[in-house]
Structures are given as C-alpha cells and as structure tokens.
C-alpha cells in the first residue's frame, strides 16, 4: 500500500504542472491577440506618371504596422501583397512580401523606408544589399527622401 502512494501522489503532481503550463499558453496567446488588435487604418495613394500604388496601413496596439500594397508600375505587370514594420522616429521601415501576377508561383521580399512628412509618406531611395537570401538596407548608406518618385498623400480606404 506504501508503495502505491508514492506513484499516485507523483501523478497528481505532474497533472497540477500541465494545467498551469496550459493556463500560461492561453495567457501569452491571449496577450499577443490583444497586442496584435487593430487601433487605427489609414490609407494613401501615389500616382507618377503613368504609376499608381495604393497603401493601406493598419496600426497595431503594440505599435508596429500592418497592412497591403497594391503596385501598379507601367509597363509591369500589377504586383500586390503585404507590407509589415514599424516606425522609428519619422522613419517607417517596413517589408513588402508581394507577388507579381506574371509570376504567380513566385514570391519575393523588398525593404522598404518611409519618411512620414506633414500628411504624407515619401518612399525613399536607399542602397539595398542581399547576403544569404535576404535583401535589407545597408545601414551605413543614407536613404534619399528628396529625389523620389513616389510621395503618398492621404486617400479614402476602399470598403472590401
């Protein structure tokens, strides 16, 4: 009898274990739900020539940004897909996952920077550099907001 104590208080022990290991789950998936909830949404368009790209920007509760990219560069095809980052200081650095629909099996990854400026987004132009597969860019390099392409002003977001 002594000896089937022992084994059973054990059981018992590792099943109080789980049900907190668990509880702790649902706590931190909660929390990175509520962080992930969306506090604000904005959108811009710019148009250069015969270009025209459509952002829609949605900010997170923990600060970072989401949200779509609709590219329509002539005389390439239309690429769309989703832009991810966040702000430091004026500055958004963000990625931009996209898909070309000329090349539908294909994804590709762009960094992208961002001057927030009065009520605009600048797209700046910075020196890019891939190692090992990724492309990022090069920290050393300034990123030129003043002879740009495209700069976003405000636009109404489009009800999907």
């Not at 002594?2 to 509880?23: A, D, R, T, W």
């Not at 270009?51 to 002539?74: C, E, H, P, R, Y």
């Not at 200081?89 to 920077?113: E, I, S, V």
Request: proline share 2%.
């Amino acid at each position: 009898m002594k000896n089937l104590i022992l084994p059973c208080l054990l059981v018992i022990c590792i099943g109080f274990q789980s049900c907190k290991n668990e509880e702790k789950q649902k706590e931190a998936v909660a929390a990175k739900a509520d962080a992930e909830t969306v506090t604000k949404t904005e959108c811009y368009q710019a148009v250069y020539e015969k270009d025209t790209i459509q952002l829609k920007l949605n900010t997170l509760k923990n600060g970072k940004l989401s949200g779509n990219m609709i590219m329509k560069v002539a005389p390439s095809t239309v690429r769309t897909g989703e832009i991810a980052g966040e702000f430091h200081g004026d500055t958004l650095f963000a990625d931009y996952t996209f898909k070309d629909l000329a090349q539908k099996d294909k994804t590709f990854k762009n960094p992208m920077a961002f001057l927030k400026k009065d009520k605009q987004l600048i797209l700046g132009n910075g020196t890019m550099q891939t190692t090992m597969g990724v492309t990022y860019l090069v920290k050393d390099k300034p990123i030129d907001f003043d002879r740009v392409k495209y700069k976003f002003d405000a636009a109404e977001c489009a009800a999907k």
